[in-house]
């Protein structure tokens, strides 16, 4: 188990600080509530995990080799979260009404692009593997717990935003609410793009 602490703190503070996952989960659970949000959640574990676990296996092998890769894709994932924060406050067809769901597909695809989450497995892959077991053995063991301990934090960040939800029933705080979300997005994709 003492070993094992170390990355357990590790997933607590990666799946529990503010990133692109969260914002979403916040904007989802104050326009969706924590039940049409709990896919995305599910998705964004689910995605993590499968990252972990094959990055794990090799991918950082690949990302050493040509690490063109690596920075086409933290490119692709700030673009993306810039269109995500595009979509939740400038789309002329979403100003007035409540951002379309993020779905369990849609949130788990979102991790191969989500540069903390590529942080996040390259870090657990090259720091916390347990070598005592096995490359197949303990790529399981990280990612499944990197899942357990993900869905108890995302689920707070999504908590919160239901919360937060309930003021929002005026047009005008919600244009304000998805104006800051969105910046905080769009400032987050900036950040990670360095």
Known sequence: MNELLP??????????????NNMMLVASGAHHGYRRTLPAILGMVTGVATLTFVTCLSLGAVFATWPLLHDALRLAGTVYMLVLAWRLVGSPATRNRAPERVGFAQ??????????????????ASVFMPTQLGVPAGALLVSGLGAVVGIPCLSTWALFGTWIGRFLGDPTRRRMFNAIMAA?????ALLLLR
């Open 7 to 20: 990355l357990l703190t590790y997933c607590a503070l990666m799946s529990g600080t503010p990133g692109p």
């Open 107 to 124: 949130a788990a695809l979102f991790q191969t692009v989500n540069p903390k989450s590529w942080i996040r497995a390259v870090t657990v």
């Open 184 to 188: 905080s997005l769009a400032v987050l």
